[in-house]
């Protein structure tokens, strides 16, 4: 059975099995015997190597087993292994020859926090977003028939990813091309099953043997000649399986399902995967695991130690009590967690809606204060979409709780949905620009660019809290889809009015008069650029609208400045300053730009000030390109 931990280890364990094991190849060198043993060695650095790092914790803890067992028994890398999300990879990176660069992870140029093909031939398909694993297995199947190949395809998820629609878009189409593959569902508690018994894992151990297969392959060559026999004999067996087992809707789906078994039991695990490896057709197997199994704090609190931060060192040294620090604003997400209950209590139409992230959202409270109002519907951002759109019809008015880059898997339901029929829902969009180590997958670089092209959007960007909480109201009761997209982390520390006060529409805010040059910000940079603008004595202005632009403005700086500096902390193709671009160029008005924004590439993971830096967003790089372009500009008027 696994050792159970209390605390993090901060000296490294020693690990003679796991140091025998830092490869597939290696691990499948031990006997089985001693594999529970290197669960707990695996476990044990687990929690001391994200104890050093930071980053998600508990998913894998609680698939330590699992993890040992998939490696064992199929043939990886050759045999694909495909892990939905990611949360749960660190055990796999650590078995397959990165254990000692698990000390880079989530930091700038070391490993990435989820699996990426990039990096490891062990990782066959990059993830970060849900519900994507079956697919992608589903699709390397059919690559391997297509190719006369024995390699096997497994797809390991979870039981809040297999909420999503695509996951039983995949399940059906696998069962629809008698695809020859195995998905893994990691049930941690969250949803679906009850506790296991050992009556349903002695059941399983016989379904997924060989003999059975046989057998039932048999009676059916039979049953078949005889009219109606098959159909009978199916049924009974279905229902004596759907006594004993949650399977039946996989079954009906054209899987062969087998569970739940104990996914903490290497003996079963072991058994049951080895049976079940050359099963022809679509192979369901259902594991019941715990979330921080091993680790009696993230055991109790599975929500709580789904990441954690690192331990900082026992003889650290105190900062020195002369230099105070800067008091830090409240979270964004605070902010917008705060004026949903306000507004809720004000406006009894209002709901609010996420696709599985009330903690990350901020919605606790409005889930407590008005549980009748508050919808989580899994992790489903296309329904949330259009279940938002359906309650505008009839008089609602949704609030939708979505980070930046999961919006972008409910486009199609943003438009045809929502803009086309000009339905009053307000998209809260947490999570945009840079979101630091958790890296491209997650970071909300395009939301701008998609959002502004849609006819109708009213669209947003906050440069502090409260211009967020005003956004926020300005948004709600705007007449058709409104957009507000904020980041991630804490603000400036504005002062919060607690008025539920909007902006007139479409109205910018000169927050520095200078001259030559007029520094257009969209959002959060606005600090860094007002430093910029007394260096170089430069106009500052808030522009708070991506749409409508504050067209009357734009041109009264266009006919006053030399160059106009849009920043954005979006994709420059397309963003904010695009469309000022535009609105200049259908006016007639040929003015010097510089755009500042996301270059046209995937910012990797980094702390998000050095990846600011990197793309030039902090004060130092919007001053030295600013400079560089005035040169360029007095160089050509030479």
């Known amino acids: ?116 093909r990039s990096e490891s031939e062990y990782d066959t398909f990059g993830v970060g977003h849900s519900s994507t694993s079956i ?24 039981d809040g990813a297999l909420t999503a629609g695509m996951a039983f878009e995949a399940l059906n189409h696998a069962s629809d091309v008698k695809a020859n593959m195995l998905v893994v569902l990691n049930d941690n508690d969250m949803s679906i099953s009850k506790n296991v018994g050992g009556l349903s894992t002695y059941l399983a151990k016989i379904i997924s043997s060989r003999t059975y297969s046989s057998m039932r392959e048999g009676s059916k060559k039979i049953l078949s000649h005889l009219p109606g026999a098959w159909e009978i004999a199916r049924k009974v067996e279905e229902h004596a399986k759907g006594m004993l087992v949650p399977g039946t809707l996989f079954e009906e789906l054209g899987w062969n399902y087998v569970g739940p078994i104990d996914g903490h039991d290497l003996p079963t695990l072991l058994a049951t995967l080895r049976n079940m490896r050359d099963l022809e057709g679509p192979q369901f197997l259902h594991v019941i695991t715990k979330k921080g199994k091993g680790f009696a704090p993230a055991e109790a609190d599975p929500i709580g130690y789904h990441a954690i931060t690192k331990l900082e060192p026992l003889n650290a040294e105190a900062a020195p009590l002369s230099i105070p620090k800067r008091p830090s604003g409240p979270k964004y997400s605070s902010v917008f967690g705060q004026w949903l209950c306000d507004m809720a209590a004000a406006d009894p139409r209002l709901v609010g809606i996420t696709p599985a992230m009330k903690e990350g959202s901020d919605l606790v409270a409005f889930s407590e204060r008005f549980p009748e109002r508050y919808f989580d519907v899994a992790i489903a951002e296309q329904h949330a979409v259009t279940l938002a759109a359906g309650m505008a019809c009839d008089g609602i008015k949704p609030v939708v709780a979505i980070y930046s880059t999961f919006l972008q898997r409910a486009y199609d339901q943003l438009i045809h949905d929502v803009a086309v029929q000009n339905l009053d829902v307000l998209f809260a969009i947490d999570r945009a620009g840079l979101v630091g180590e958790d890296g491209p997958t997650h970071a909300g670089s395009f939301d701008l660019s998609y959002l502004r092209c849609i006819p109708g959007m009213l669209i947003m960007t906050p440069s502090d809290e409260n211009e967020l909480r005003r956004m926020l109201t300005t948004g709600h009761l705007f007449n058709g889809p409104a957009a507000v997209r904020y980041p991630r982390g804490s603000g400036p520390n504005a002062p919060i009015e607690t008025e539920l006060l909007p902006l007139e529409i479409g109205k910018a805010v000169i927050r520095r008069q200078g001259q030559k040059t007029a520094l257009l910000v969209f959002g959060v940079q606005l600090a860094e650029a007002l430093k910029v603008g007394e260096t170089l004595d430069a106009t500052v202005v808030d522009m708070r609208f991506v749409k409508p632009l504050d067209e009357a403005l734009l041109r009264e700086l266009a006919d006053s400045h030399e160059l106009l500096v849009t920043i954005e902390e979006n994709s420059i193709m397309g963003g904010a300053g695009s469309a000022v671009s535009e609105f200049l160029a259908a006016e007639g008005r040929i003015k010097p730009m510089l755009h500042l924004g996301l270059p046209d590439y995937y910012v990797e993971h980094a702390k998000p000030a050095d990846m600011l830096a990197e793309c030039g967003l902090d004060a130092a790089g919007i001053e030295a390109s600013i400079r560089q372009r005035l040169a360029l500009l007095e160089q050509n008027s030479r």
């Not at 699709?139 to 297509?146: K, P, Y």
């Not at 190949?149 to 497994?154: C, G, I, N, Q, T």
Request: charged residues 20%; positive net charge; glycine residues 10%.
């Open 1 to 116: 059975m696994p050792t159970t931990f209390h605390q993090i280890p901060r000296e490294r364990p020693v690990t003679p099995l796991l140091d025998r094991a830092d490869t597939p190849a290696g691990l499948r060198r031990l006997a089985e015997s001693e594999l529970e043993a290197l669960a707990n060695e695996l476990r044990q650095y687990l929690l001391y190597s994200v104890g050093q790092t930071g980053g998600h914790f508990g998913a894998g803890l609680g698939v330590i087993e699992l993890t040992i067992a998939l490696h064992y028994i199929f043939d990886t890398p050759d045999d694909r292994l495909v892990w939905d999300v990611g949360h749960q990879a660190y055990p796999h990176k650590i078995l397959t020859g990165r254990r000692e660069r698990m000390s880079t992870l989530r930091q700038k140029d070391g490993l990435a926090a989820f699996p990426r």
């Open 135 to 158: 697919g992608a297995a589903l699709g390397m199947a059919i690559a391997a028939r297509l190719q006369g190949s024995p390699r096997k395809s497994v797809a390991v998820i979870g």
